[in-house]
């Protein structure tokens, strides 16, 4: 946990790295890789046109201040992760929560970048993260690891990645539901496939 608003330098680094040890036991960070290809930054300066994102990673087509060319004047690259010191949007009297939390998830989106053929484009992600649910489990049974994972189909996937990293790869028991599981289970099958070289199903 984050103990104040403001993340510092030598705290993003020892999350990164404990994040990175996480991936390295699951299968996710390997010679053939491609995640090392993404770099972490700290940002000290706060990010105006992202005031409430705690992080971010930059996808193609994504821009922070709406143009490529004023991105990169920035010093904004695509395929990295970005960690502000301070966001505008938090008060000081807000706890931030997990560092490590905030790593992975962007990890996560990182994932989605470097294979897309195995996440975003293929049809297993797709029936994964659907959210096509039968009515009866809308409202008794849990859909999805957080509020934030039913925003959209790839926040959902980076929740998601995100639990399943902080917990080694077991379900918690409170998030055992079918379509929770359903997820569980691409992301299980998505660490074994990076492992095994593949980039697409």
Same mark, same amino acid.
């Given at each position: ?110 994932? &989605? *970048? ?7 484009? =293929?049809?297993?992600?797709? $029936? !994964?993260?659907?959210? +096509?649910?039968? /009515? &009866? *489990? ?7 690891? =957080?509020?934030?994972?039913? $925003? !959209?189909?790839?926040? +959902?996937?980076? /929740? ?42």
């Amino acid at each position: 946990m984050i103990n104040s608003f403001i993340v510092n330098f030598r705290q993003l680094n020892s999350a990164v790295s404990e994040v990175q040890d996480e991936f390295y036991r699951l299968g996710l960070w390997n010679e053939g890789s491609r995640l090392p290809l993404t770099t972490v930054y700290w940002c000290q300066l706060p990010q105006l046109a992202m005031h409430d994102a705690l992080g971010f990673f930059i996808h193609k087509g994504t821009y922070v201040f709406g143009h490529p060319v004023i991105d990169s004047l920035a010093g904004y690259e695509v395929g990295n992760i970005y960690i502000p010191q301070w966001v505008l949007a938090h008060g000081f009297w807000k706890n931030r929560g997990s560092l490590r939390d905030v790593v992975r998830h962007e990890y996560a989106h990182a994932v &989605e *970048y470097h294979y897309p053929m195995l996440t975003t484009r =293929s049809q297993r992600f797709k $029936t !994964a993260f659907s959210g +096509d649910y039968p /009515e &009866e *489990y809308q409202k008794s049974k849990p859909l999805h690891v =957080s509020d934030y994972a039913a $925003t !959209a189909q790839t926040e +959902d996937f980076a /929740e998601t990645f995100m639990v399943y990293v902080r917990h080694s790869a077991k379900l918690p028991s409170h998030l055992n539901t079918p379509h929770i599981k359903r997820k569980w289970k691409f992301i299980s099958e998505l660490c074994k496939a990076i492992n095994s070289g593949i980039t697409k199903w």
